[in-house]
């Protein structure tokens, strides 16, 4: 009996040593299978990835705002390690040109607020196509030939310190704005800003839109002008200002910055005008000379699927899913978004004689400003 009982154990021990690892691999290992919903063929594209082990992006977007979706990406897939560089928008665009140019390497995936500077990448053959399974969930626009992908819809609003500007002087529209910086020029002299047309490229998108939606942004410019308005190459240092007083009002500022800002900084508040609301996105492309396309494939599968846009909406980065929630506040009302399309509509201000048109209508209208 004692032989019997010993050989059945020792059988026992071999069959779970055998089975051990099998059930260790369906239980720990879940980025083995595509993730639901995807195709059987993904599984090829996660392989290659495993092997390219390294993901370099190159972003204007702030480091912080994207450490979450980062981390969560990672945890998804532990074998890509993200390598991650901000840069400013402009930088960004003229660095893909460089590498190119002189054949060195470079980033595997480009995400960037500078649209119209994105779209011309794409236009000009920096980018490579590549049908990514999460394109049915995302709204028409927000994809352009499979090369250019929105991953956001922010609203572009005003900000304005809640302390100092009086309740009955928040402006609801653009003609409201024009009307206020016209009646109390004193008073808000020398204490609003705006982005530098000149300096920032999403200045200068938002400014192009703003002046093809509305003839009011004529007069709005000439309002600013004679209110002194300060000019800035950056949201930081507009929302630092505008928090300690410095600053009372900001027109055209990143939605999601202000919003974010907003939760921890009691001062500032956010304005969607009513008239029309801008409505921008990031834009992701791999480009054409990409060292591992296979983990950029995966990054921007991830960044637009649910958990993905879940992490941005943690920061206030309004999802471009509308089956995503945003934070509260952070979408625009349907009726008032305005959104910029990705497509070759978005290049047209980019023509150096038109841009030369428009920067010198800017400087008519408000002289030479200095933050």
Do not use: C
């Not at 074998?79 to 980033?107: C, M």
């Not at 920061?315 to 945003?326: C, E, F, K, S």
Request: glycine share 4%; no cysteine; proline share 7%.
């Amino acid at each position: 009996m004692a032989y019997f009982a010993a050989r059945r154990k020792l059988t026992a021990t071999i069959l779970l040593a055998l089975a051990g690892p099998v059930l260790l691999t369906s239980a720990a290992n879940p980025i083995s299978d595509p993730p639901k919903g995807y195709p059987r063929s993904y599984r090829t594209i996660m392989d290659a990835a495993r092997a390219e082990r390294t993901l370099v992006i190159y972003s204007s977007t702030d480091r912080r705002e994207a450490a979450g979706l980062i981390a969560a990406f990672e945890k998804r897939y532990p074998f890509v390690r993200v390598d991650y560089r901000e840069l400013s928008s402009s930088t960004l665009h003229n660095t893909v040109i460089a590498d190119a140019r002189l054949k060195r390497p470079g980033a595997d995936l480009l995400w960037s607020a500078a649209m119209d500077l994105q779209t011309k990448l794409v236009n000009d053959g920096y980018a490579q196509a590549y049908a990514s399974p999460e394109k049915p969930n995302l709204p028409a626009w927000a994809a352009w030939k499979n090369e250019a992908w929105g991953t956001t819809a922010e609203p572009i609003v005003f900000a304005y310190n809640r302390k100092l500007v009086p309740k009955a002087d928040v402006p609801r529209t653009h003609a409201d704005l024009t009307r206020l910086l016209r009646a109390k020029a004193r008073f808000y002299r020398g204490r609003i800003a705006t982005f530098d047309p000149q300096r920032s490229s999403a200045g200068y998108l938002f400014l192009s839109q703003d002046l093809q939606v509305s003839r009011d942004t004529v007069p709005l410019m000439s309002a600013l002008g004679h209110a002194k308005v300060g000019v800035y190459a950056n949201s930081s240092d507009m929302l630092t200002r505008l928090g300690d007083g410095r600053l009372v009002f900001v027109y055209n500022m990143i939605g999601s910055y202000a919003l974010e800002r907003q939760s921890h900084d009691p001062n500032i508040g956010v304005v969607m005008p009513s008239d029309y609301t801008l409505i921008m996105s990031r834009i992701a492309i791999i480009p054409d000379r990409a060292r591992h396309p296979n983990a950029a494939k995966l990054f921007l599968d991830f960044m637009l699927s649910r958990p993905g846009q879940a992490q941005l909406s943690n920061r206030y980065l309004t999802p471009v899913r509308t089956d995503v929630a945003a934070r509260a506040g952070a979408r625009a009302p349907a009726n008032v978004a305005r959104t910029l399309r990705i497509g070759p509509a978005l290049i047209a201000n980019l023509d150096q004689m038109k841009r030369r048109r428009i920067i010198a209508q800017w400087t008519a209208a408000v002289g030479a400003p200095k933050p």
